[in-house]
């Protein structure tokens, strides 16, 4: 079994940068993908990134150039650098690891950009 906490979320205004962290324990690979996913309130979770196995990273357009993901397979961990925030932006946040069938989800953590 695997568990994935997310930490970092809060407040920010507009044009303010956070980081995201979701550390798992349990056995995570680093054969896993390691991705963020986002839910604003009324709408469905959407993927933001995600990264492979291998490093090759996928971005959803609407944070292209603004977020970076990261891990380290070492620390279990991975990262989501989001600098140049905006108030669409603002949703909870959820990691995610995948291997196959092996799907995990972390609790959420809020974001919320706002003046």
Do not use: H
């Amino acid at each position: 079994q695997v568990q994935l906490v997310e930490s970092g979320g809060g407040l920010v205004q507009p044009g303010g940068s956070l980081r995201l962290s979701c550390a798992a324990s349990g056995r995570v690979f680093s054969i896993y993908t390691m991705g963020w996913y986002r839910q604003a309130l009324g709408e469905q979770r959407e993927l933001v990134c995600d990264i492979s196995s291998g490093g090759s990273t996928n971005y959803a357009d609407s944070v292209k150039g603004r977020f970076t993901i990261s891990r380290d397979n070492a620390k279990n961990t991975f990262y989501l650098q989001m600098n140049s925030l905006k108030p669409e932006d603002t949703a909870v946040y959820y990691c995610n690891v995948r291997y196959g069938l092996l799907n995990y989800w972390g609790q959420g953590t809020q974001v919320t950009v706002s003046s």
